[in-house]
């Protein structure tokens, strides 16, 4: 193990310091979720293994599966020196490492996984997280990122290419890409499960939480009271959750653009769905479409494993929190899924309302 692990690991058995991991895809909430618990933790770091590689290699080289000792000693020591330099009049120090599945390969998350005293993974249904990545993608990419600036400009086309040499082991494309994030994440879930599982007996697991970003914009209330219960927190930190006039100390890690101190900074809450991101994923590209049948037996997996928050049937009648509109309308994938899992028939009479948009015709 490197020097900047073995002191991580001596703080957090001396009970000084306490770290929550934040695992996700690209594009799943994980962003929103590390604001969410900078309003309870000390520090909250973004994506410190980005900047761990970036000072070991050239800028352009793909962060993806990563297994290199030196990056690693670096990150735990950027880590290290937030909790060296933070001084917190409460015992242990908290700090939230985010950071996107798939950047360190299997051998150095085998090293990771010991030192966190809880994991939070974000998801995102894949219709609406392919498309949040593809569009943030080509504004990076494209010449004129406007012709993708709203869901509906996806809607019945294929998705091009991005550049050959920045992805190469992926041929460029988006959708073998984002197969990788997903795909790792279900490794790295898979992995944390099976360390729990060699525990001796008497030994604590490390608790794992699950968070969907769709269904926490519903209910924010409900979803985030789960998740700090879990996460072993005290129900009073839902307020400052919750009231939208965040605090930022959310650190970069030394992420110099303009977009990011941008998109951190912002303190204005949870916000709401809207109808302007429905998306029918009937209306999506033939190519598109299979790309998310492949994923939606891992998103379903990992909505089992979020079963403390689901919304039931009747609650799926509600509108979302904040706005005239219901789930259904805005996410009508979601509210079926929502419904699989808890093991609701959609074909019951009842049940029609919740699926269907008003004046569908289903009858």
């Known amino acids: 193990m490197s020097d900047n692990h073995n002191q991580l690991c001596e703080l957090i ?52 599966n990563i297994e290199d000792n030196a990056v690693y000693d670096t990150f735990c020591g950027l880590i290290l020196s937030e909790a060296v330099k933070k001084k917190s009049g409460k015992q242990p120090l908290i700090i939230v490492v985010k950071g996107t599945s798939g950047r360190m390969g299997r051998a150095l998350f085998n090293k990771w996984v010991q030192l966190p005293s809880s994991f939070l993974v974000t998801f995102r249904d894949p219709a609406a997280q392919l498309i949040s990545l593809a569009r943030a993608r080509y504004k ?118 303009s977009s990011f101190k941008e998109r951190v900074s912002r303190s204005d809450g949870i916000q709401p769905l809207s109808l302007k991101e429905r998306v029918d994923i009937k209306m999506l590209h033939p190519s598109l479409q299979g790309h998310i049948q492949k994923l939606t037996p891992i998103y379903t997996t990992l909505l089992r494993a979020s079963q403390n928050y689901l919304p039931s049937a009747y609650v799926l009648q509600d ?45």
């Not at 904040?322 to 959609?346: H, I, M, W, Y």
């Open 13 to 64: 058995n001396d009970q000084r310091l306490r770290i929550i991991s934040i695992l996700g895809t690209r594009r799943s909430g994980s962003t929103i979720a590390a604001k969410c618990l900078a309003q309870i933790a000390d520090i909250v770091l973004d994506s410190p293994f980005n900047t761990a590689f970036k000072a070991h290699n050239n800028s352009q080289s793909p962060i993806l």
């Open 319 to 363: 509108k979302c929190c904040g706005t005239d509109c219901f789930l259904k309308e805005v996410n009508p994938f979601v509210a079926e899924k929502v419904l699989e899992v808890q093991g609701v028939s959609r074909l019951r009479t009842d049940i029609r309302t919740v699926l269907c948009p008003e004046g569908c015709g289903c009858g």
């Open 140 to 257: 990076r990419e494209a010449k004129d990122a406007s012709k993708l600036s709203k869901v509906s400009d996806f809607f019945g086309r294929p998705l091009p290419e991005l550049d050959r040499q920045k992805y190469p082991q992926f041929n460029g494309s988006i959708l073998e890409l984002n197969q990788f994030y997903w795909d790792s994440l279900t490794k790295e879930v898979r992995a944390i499960f099976e360390m729990n599982s060699a525990r001796n007996e008497g030994e604590r697991a490390v608790p794992i939480t699950f968070l969907e970003a769709t269904l926490m914009r519903f209910n924010p209330q409900d979803a985030w009271a789960s998740v700090l219960n879990e996460l072993g927190f005290h129900s009073d930190n839902l307020g400052g959750i919750l009231k939208g006039n965040w605090k930022a100390n959310m650190l970069s890690t030394g992420r110099e653009t």
